[in-house]
């Protein structure tokens, strides 16, 4: 929360002492707009949604993660209007920008390549898990990271995402990053590159 994708992009950066590049990949760091965030006390924040508050046990604030999804939509669609196969696009985020992905492409596009969520979860009625229990298409792979002493999204949390959505049919991955706390991690990073390669390998005719 109120970060920007430009600082998302510096972040990794320095974490990684270099950019998160990949010949053959476009990467795109998205801002959320400002909005009033209720656990800040309705102050300005980009946030991608409200929360009734930080807790997996309240309602989903459902119509901001809603119209948030749909100006996400748009940006996918400009991708693919550029010519890149949608099978070939991969989505994720950290904290709230993992927790968006994952509403994102379980609900609207589940035809992506794969989502990942770097200490992120989902509520425990979530809208995700909802639209999961009508499924019966193959789903994006979660590549889920998680620190156990995150103080502000409980690594339990995490973990219960995990598991519930591994339980509706996604093939997911956890790791678990023993005494991280609310934030990102050279091998947590590097990780997830290998996995983005993975999903994402050098075609022999260069579409993207």
């Known amino acids: 929360t109120g970060d920007t994708g430009r600082g998302a992009r510096a972040w990794i950066k320095q974490v990684l002492s270099q950019d998160m590049s990949f010949p053959h990949i476009k990467v795109i760091y ?13 102050a300005f924040s980009t946030v991608w949604f409200d929360r009734y508050k930080i807790s997996n046990d309240c309602p989903e604030h459902i119509e901001s993660i809603d119209s948030m999804c749909r100006g996400l939509t748009d940006l996918i669609n400009d991708e693919i209007k550029n010519g890149i196969a949608k099978h070939r696009i991969l989505i994720g985020g ?8 994952m509403h994102l492409a379980y609900r609207f596009h589940q035809d992506l390549a794969g989502v990942f969520a770097l200490s992120s979860f989902l509520n425990k009625d979530s809208a995700v898990y909802q639209a999961l229990k009508k499924n019966e298409s193959v789903l994006p792979e979660l590549f889920q990271c998680h620190g156990t002493a995150d103080e502000l999204v409980l690594y339990s949390w995490g973990e219960e995402t995990n598991k519930m959505l591994k339980s509706l049919g996604v093939s997911t991955s956890l790791h678990t990053f023993p005494n991280l706390n609310h934030e990102l991690n050279r091998t947590e990073i590097e990780k997830l590159k290998l996995w983005i390669v993975k999903k994402l390998p050098v075609e022999a005719t260069k579409e993207n």
């Open 30 to 42: 998205p801002t959320a707009p400002a909005r009033p965030y209720t656990p800040m006390k309705g």
């Open 94 to 101: 950290f904290s709230m920008g993992g927790g968006m992905a």
